[in-house]
C-alpha cells in the first residue's frame, strides 16, 4: 500500500512538473512575457499592380490629316515655347506643326497657326519685299495699323494660351480686286524668315491676329475663315483656340 502511495505521489509530482515546465498549445515560447508578439503567420507576399503606360502624344504630320486628340509641341521656327492644343477631327496640314486648316482650296475653308514674325510687306497688294520690324509686340501691332490697304480693326487687349495678348482683326477692303495683286487670291500681309512662310489675307475672308509677349519674345497665332465658314466649324476653331497653353 505505502510503494502504492509513493507510487502516486511520484506520478502526482512528476504531472505537476510537467505542467508547470510546458506551454500552452500554439503559444510560441519564445514570447510567452512579450506583450506584442511576433505573428506567428507567415509574412504576406508583397504584389505589385501592373500600370499601363500612358499613350503617346499623337505625331503632327508634315502634311495630310492631323490625328485628333492632344498635342504636345517643342519650340521651333515657328514658336519661341512650346505649346499644347487638342484638335478635333477633320483638319489637316500643308506646312507641318503647329498649322491647321479645314476644307482646305475650298468655300468655307479655315486655318490657324503660330509663327514668328519678323517682316511685312510695305504693299500687300505687290508682296514683293518685306519690311523688317522691332521686335516687340507694338511694333508689329503699329506696323499693322499703318500698313496700307488692308482694313484693320482697333487692336484690343485679349489672352490666349494662358498669356496676354493683342488681338487684330484684319480684312480685305470690300469691293478691293485682288486679282491683279501678286498673291491674285488676296493680299500679302507678312513674310516669317525663320519659318519661311506668309500670311495671305483671303480676298472674302477674315484674319484675327494674336501678338503675345512670351518670355520676352514675340510669338504670333492668327486664324482665318471665309464668309461661307459653318458654325459648327467656327466653334471648332474656337474649341482649338481655348485649347492652347503656351509653356512660358
Known amino acids: 500500500m505505502l ?12 504531472v505537476l512538473a510537467l505542467a508547470a515546465c510546458s506551454t500552452p498549445i500554439g503559444q510560441n515560447p519564445s514570447t510567452t512575457n512579450n506583450p506584442f508578439p511576433s505573428s506567428t503567420l507567415a509574412p504576406a507576399t508583397p504584389t505589385t499592380t501592373a500600370t499601363a503606360d500612358p499613350p503617346a502624344d499623337p505625331e503632327w504630320p508634315s502634311e495630310g490629316p492631323i490625328e485628333p486628340g492632344t498635342h504636345h509641341l517643342a519650340p521651333s521656327e515657328w514658336s519661341v515655347a512650346g505649346l499644347t492644343l487638342t484638335i478635333p477631327e477633320g483638319w489637316e496640314t500643308e506646312l507641318g506643326p503647329p498649322t491647321g486648316i479645314k476644307h482646305p482650296d475650298r468655300d468655307g475653308e479655315l486655318a490657324f497657326y503660330f509663327v514668328t514674325v519678323d517682316r511685312i510687306f510695305s504693299d500687300p497688294c505687290e508682296g514683293i519685299e518685306g519690311e523688317k520690324i522691332g521686335p516687340s509686340v507694338g511694333d508689329l501691332v503699329t506696323a499693322l495699323v499703318e500698313q496700307p490697304v488692308t482694313e484693320t480693326s482697333e487692336p484690343v487687349d485679349t489672352t490666349l494660351g494662358g498669356l496676354p495678348a493683342t488681338q487684330i482683326l484684319l480684312t480685305v477692303p470690300a469691293g478691293f480686286d485682288t486679282t491683279e495683286c501678286n498673291a491674285s487670291v488676296g493680299l500679302q500681309i507678312w513674310y516669317s524668315q525663320p519659318a519661311d512662310k506668309y500670311l495671305v489675307a483671303l480676298a472674302d475672308g477674315t484674319v484675327a491676329i494674336y501678338i503675345l509677349d512670351v518670355n520676352g519674345e514675340r510669338q504670333v497665332f492668327y486664324t482665318q475663315h471665309q464668309v461661307g465658314t459653318s458654325a459648327n466649324d467656327l466653334d471648332e476653331m474656337r474649341i482649338i483656340q481655348e485649347s492652347i497653353h503656351i509653356d512660358a
Do not use: D, Y
Open 3 to 14: 510503494q502504492r502511495k509513493l507510487r502516486n505521489i511520484g506520478l502526482v509530482a512528476a
